[in-house]
T-cell receptor, first 116, second 113 residues
Framework: AQKITQTQPGMFVQEKEAVTLDCTYDTSDQSYGLFWYKQPSSGEMIFLIYQGSYDEQNATEGRYSLNFQKARKSANLVISASQLGDSAMYFC?????????????FGTGTLLAVQP | NAGVTQTPKFQVLKTGQSMTLQCAQD?????MYWYRQDPGMGLRLIYYSASEGTTDKGEVPNGYNVSRLNKREFSLRLESAAPSQTSVYFC????????????FGQGTRLTVV
């Protein structure tokens, strides 16, 4: 069965340091992708970044980048130069869970706390 | 610039009452979703509609029904509310291609007493 795994329930990082949040998608699909979303304490869901398994280069959006390891089926989110406003829940999600078109299932999330 | 609009924002129900959560998007998106998020937990998919005219079960469909009324609107109905359905409910929509993100509403906080 397909499974989305975020192994870090909670993490601390010092302001201005980089942090890596893990996400693994156990799938038999040859072609897949992973979204990352941020949910601050205010509750809204904010899209951060996406990468597909056939993208040749790791995706980058400002301070966010993905460390996509196809063999491990993981797409870890790297946040560089952490800011206090990065404190939030972070969720990953494949766009077509289990091969079902547009079925969007989220991992359990990682709570990131940025310390001054 | 509305995006995804959910109504109501807050609701209190008594056990056994019914209600419908409304969701509308103005982005001409094909796919729409309903999630619930319990305190301190992640989002769990209740139902989704990959395209107008189709609906499918998600992870936690029991106790809910949905209607894709048209391309814009996707409603979630609780026929007989239970305290276990106390949660924050999010509606989302997406274009429906694999590499385009979903956009979320602001959520509905539902309490069943």
């Amino acid at each position: 069965a397909q499974k989305i795994t975020q192994t870090q329930p909670g993490m601390f990082v010092q302001e201005k340091e980089a942090v890596t949040l893990d996400c693994t998608y156990d799938t038999s699909d040859q072609s897949y992708g992973l979204f990352w979303y941020k949910q601050p304490s205010s509750g809204e869901m904010i899209f951060l970044i996406y990468q597909g398994s056939y993208d040749e280069q790791n995706a980058t959006e400002g301070r966010y980048s993905l460390n996509f390891q196809k063999a491990r089926k993981s797409a870890n989110l790297v946040i560089s130069a952490s800011q206090l406003g990065d404190s939030a829940m972070y969720f990953c999600a494949p766009p077509n869970y289990g091969g079902a078109t547009n079925k969007l299932i989220f991992g359990t999330g990682t709570l990131l706390a940025v310390q001054p | 610039n509305a995006g995804v609009t959910q109504t109501p924002k807050f609701q209190v129900l008594k056990t056994g009452q019914s209600m419908t959560l409304q969701c509308a998007q103005d982005m001409n998106h094909n796919s729409m979703y309903w999630y619930r998020q319990d305190p301190g937990m992640g989002l769990r998919l209740i139902y989704y509609s990959a395209s107008e005219g189709t609906t499918d079960k998600g992870e936690v469909p029991n106790g809910y029904n949905v209607s894709r009324l048209n391309k814009r609107e996707f409603s979630l109905r609780l026929e007989s509310a239970a305290p276990s359905q106390t949660s924050v409910y999010f509606c989302a929509s997406s274009v429906g291609s694999a590499n385009t993100e979903a956009f979320f509403g602001q959520g509905t906080r539902l309490t069943v007493v």
